[in-house]
């Protein structure tokens, strides 16, 4: 395992608060870059392979900038019927997709890379849940986005705040991969790539 002090840097690829806070609880230090990359889904490109795709560009695209360092890309992607279910940006958007998914069991593909700058190598992996929404009125769905605003999360929900209160069942093998950053996965990968987590 390689020390903190001699460990290469580590960054996380993403605007997300939510992946920057899911990734302070492993307590390494790392550094934060936006990547710009378009994240349009490739005609006819299957979820999981649009997750999987974007993750990828994510990190090679701030491993370009940053040489020698080891980066996090991850993208989610959200599906109903095999349909994606982007972010919805407004109020009325949200209120839309809350009410189809109502009822209904929605598939989330976090996709995650950690691209290694030393060797030029990546490891890849999607994580999938399964999230069962309850179905509630349409007042009861308004008032919670009215409270929360989940206008940047695909879904329209914030599971790891009162958006809980929507979900009736989560299914995954990683609780923290709806959120948007799988840590399962991704403390096997620096730990395959050399990091400790527990130094004496």
Same mark, same amino acid.
């Given at each position: 395992?390689?020390?903190?002090?001699?460990? *290469?840097? =580590?960054?996380?690829? +993403?605007?997300?608060?939510?992946?920057?806070?899911?990734?302070?609880?492993?307590?390494? *230090?790392?550094?934060?870059?936006?990547?710009? #990359?378009?994240?349009?889904p490739l005609?006819?490109?299957? *979820?999981?392979?649009?997750? =999987?795709?974007?993750?990828?560009?994510?990190?090679? !695209?701030?491993? !370009?900038?940053?040489?020698?360092?080891?980066? #996090?890309?991850?993208?989610?992607?959200?599906?109903?019927?095999?349909?994606?279910?982007?972010?919805?940006?407004?109020?009325?958007?949200?209120?839309?997709?809350?009410?189809?998914?109502?009822?209904?069991?929605?598939?989330?593909?976090?996709?995650?890379?950690?691209?290694?700058?030393?060797?030029?190598? !990546? $490891?890849?992996?999607?994580v999938q849940?399964?999230?069962?929404?309850?179905?509630?009125? %349409?007042?009861?769905?308004?008032?919670?986005?009215? @409270?929360?605003?989940?206008? %940047?999360? &695909?879904?329209?929900?914030?599971?790891? &705040?009162?958006g809980i &209160? @929507?979900?009736?069942?989560?299914?995954?093998?990683?609780?923290?991969?709806?959120?948007? =950053?799988?840590? #399962? !996965?991704?403390?096997?990968?620096?730990?395959?790539?050399?990091? +400790?987590?527990? $130094?004496?």
């Open positions: 395992m390689i020390p903190t002090s001699t460990a *290469p840097r =580590l960054i996380l690829a +993403s605007s997300s608060a939510y992946r920057r806070e899911l990734l302070e609880r492993l307590r390494l *230090p790392f550094d934060v870059l936006v990547p710009d #990359i378009d994240e349009t005609p006819g490109e299957l *979820p999981e392979a649009t997750a =999987l795709r974007l993750a990828r560009a994510k990190a090679e !695209a701030v491993a !370009a900038r940053a040489p020698g360092s080891v980066v #996090i890309g991850s993208d989610q992607v959200a599906t109903l019927d095999g349909e994606q279910i982007g972010k919805p940006g407004n109020h009325a958007n949200a209120l839309a997709q809350l009410q189809t998914m109502r009822g209904r069991r929605v598939v989330f593909h976090t996709a995650l890379c950690l691209w290694d700058g030393r060797t030029g190598t !990546a $490891q890849v992996e999607n849940t399964f999230v069962t929404v309850r179905d509630l009125p %349409d007042a009861e769905l308004d008032a919670y986005l009215r @409270i929360e605003q989940p206008y %940047d999360c &695909a879904g329209s929900a914030k599971n790891e &705040a009162l &209160a @929507i979900l009736e069942r989560i299914d995954s093998t990683d609780p923290t991969a709806l959120t948007g =950053l799988p840590l #399962i !996965a991704l403390t096997g990968m620096l730990r395959q790539a050399g990091f +400790s987590f527990f $130094q004496q």
